[in-house]
């Protein structure tokens, strides 16, 4: 079956796009159809220096999905990437995006293409995970909501409309920047942002280590403070009960803005249904106990299905530059 790409025919049952999620332990990508199916995923750690290292990686990657399903990259005519920043699209670079190495320095998008042969384009990960939810997640039912991520930092993905918002420059949901949390005024929380430095998955751990009496250097990660919290250690439960009280935070500023009608939590942190009654607590505490919030039911999987989405997207528009 032949169908049209950039006024270029092709056959639609060996044409591909590849969706990459981009996290600073983790990359996951995933290769589909131009109808958006998801035929397959593979997942492995992050190269440690990242910045120009993630070339590539991530060619490498799009390299073995297209294996996998028995074509080389050649069979692919586009790449969409959702990573911890703010994308450029005029420059192709990342700003603001700490775990990742310093992306400013260079244009990831054509240094890319200039070795994939084909379109590759950035987006937020967070808006990205949106976009999946848009389509194959809450979207079936709601046209707007807030995607909230939390794991290694905080961030939103805005749908409004069935249309994501991602702000003038790309910034709108950075709501690590928040004033509160952490002092606003300082200037080692400009990094991260405030908000992100008492909520991000280092900062439970952080927590837990200084109501610990003597400070428990062995907890290494989140993961073992909600460990420790469901054995009911009083240290672990307070941690978490303050990651649920800035999540309430953010809740609420998000909504005073926005009102997005429904709020999705994602992320490693944000999924945790421990979470969840303390988040609603500090809710009726700060006086909006109607807020509606769910979890995603797509979990990891929507960043793949966000990122395809938009693959497709680039691949069907009509083609502005060539790759370089």
Not at 143 to 157: C, H, K, L, P, Y
Request: charged share 20%; proline share 4%.
């Amino acid at each position: 079956m032949g169908g049209s790409v950039n006024n270029k025919v092709y056959n639609l049952g060996s044409t591909f796009v590849v969706g990459v999620d981009l996290g600073g332990t983790k990359v996951r990508g995933g290769i589909a159809g131009l109808d958006g199916r998801v035929l397959c995923e593979i997942v492995e750690a992050t190269t440690p220096a990242a910045g120009r290292d993630l070339v590539p990686q991530l060619s490498g990657l799009v390299s073995r999905l297209a294996a996998a399903v028995g074509y080389d990259t050649s069979a692919v005519v586009a790449t969409a990437i959702g990573g911890a920043g703010i994308p450029d699209a005029d420059s192709g670079r990342f700003g603001r995006a700490p775990n990742l190495g310093n992306l400013e320095e260079f244009s990831l998008v054509s240094d890319l293409e200039s070795v994939l042969g084909h379109q590759v384009v950035l987006e937020n990960d967070v808006n990205i995970a949106a976009l999946g939810e848009l389509h194959e997640g809450v979207g079936t039912q709601h046209d707007s909501f807030a995607f909230v991520s939390v794991g290694t930092g905080i961030g939103v993905g805005l749908i409004l409309d069935r249309q994501l918002w991602a702000g003038v420059n790309g910034g709108a949901g950075e709501v690590g920047y928040l004033p509160f949390g952490a002092d606003p005024l300082h200037p080692t929380n400009h990094r991260r942002g405030p908000l992100e430095e008492v909520v991000a998955g280092d900062a439970i751990v952080r927590r837990y280590r200084e109501y610990s009496t003597p400070t428990t250097e062995s907890v290494i990660d989140a993961a073992e403070v909600f460990n420790l919290a469901e054995r009911g250690d009083v240290h672990a439960v307070a941690s978490l009960d303050e990651e649920a009280k800035w999540i309430a935070f953010a809740l609420v500023a998000i909504d005073a803005v926005t009102n997005p009608g429904l709020f999705v939590l994602g992320g490693g942190i944000g999924t945790r249904l421990e979470l969840h009654e303390p988040v609603r607590a500090w809710l009726t505490r700060l006086g909006h106990p109607e807020f509606e919030i769910v979890v995603s039911s797509l979990g990891s999987h929507a960043s793949i299905v966000g990122a395809v989405r938009l693959a497709i997207d680039l691949a069907l528009q009509p083609r502005e530059r060539e790759a370089s």
